[in-house]
C-alpha cells in the first residue's frame, strides 16, 4: 500500500466520528476551461486507489467529466490538521458500463439518500414551493444514477501540525513505484 494511503487510512480512522471528514472538495474544469467546484461525499477506495464517488449523469461535473477527465480532489481533516489533494483522472460508470457497481452503490442509500436522485433534473427550475414529488422505485435504479471513479496520479499532502509544517509530494516513477518527496511547505 502507498504511503500516503496508509496515512488516508489513519486520517480516517482518527476522525472516524465525524461525518465531515467524509466530504471533500471536488474540482474539474468546464470545456471553456473554467473551474468548478462542489462538495462530495467519500464513498470509499479501490484496491487500485480509485476514490468512489456517486453522482447524477445529469449534473454538470458529469458533463465537464466527459469533456476533460482530469479532477482534483481537496480534503481537509480538521481534527488532524492534515490537507491532501489528490490530482485524478475519472472514469465515468452507469449501470450499462458496470450494472454490479452501480446497484451496489445505489443498494448502500438509505431512503432519504434515494430520494435525492427521484426529485426531477438537478439544477433546473423549481416551478413552484410546494414539496418536490419523488418519481421512480426505491428498489429500482434509475438511469442516472452513476458511480465516478478518480484514479489518483498524484498526491501533495500538507500537514499543518509541528513547525515546521509536513509537505510532501506522491508519484509514481517509471516503474510504477509510488515515490514520495518532501517539500518546502
Ligand atoms: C455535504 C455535501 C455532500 C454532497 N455529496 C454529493 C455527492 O456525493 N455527489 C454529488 O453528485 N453531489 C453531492 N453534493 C452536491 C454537490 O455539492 C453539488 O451541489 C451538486 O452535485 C451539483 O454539482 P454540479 O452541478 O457541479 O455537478 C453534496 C453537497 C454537500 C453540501
Known sequence: MPQWRQGLTKSLHQTRNMPE??????????????????????????DDNQ????????????AQLGQKPNAQACWYFSKTREQYRFS?????ITAVQDADLVSHQWNKLSDAGK??????????????SSALQVEGDFDQVPSHFCTILFKIEGVDYLNLRGNPQNREWHQKDENGNWVCQSLIP
Open 115 to 128: 430520494k435525492q436522485f427521484l426529485w426531477g433534473e438537478p439544477g433546473t427550475p423549481r416551478q413552484d
Open 21 to 46: 471528514s467524509r466530504y471533500f472538495q471536488l474540482a474539474t474544469v468546464d470545456s471553456d476551461g473554467v473551474p468548478h467546484c462542489r462538495t462530495v461525499v467519500f464513498r470509499g477506495i479501490t
Open 88 to 92: 485524478c483522472i475519472a472514469t465515468l
Open 51 to 62: 476514490l468512489i464517488v456517486i453522482s447524477d449523469t445529469r449534473s454538470e461535473k458529469f
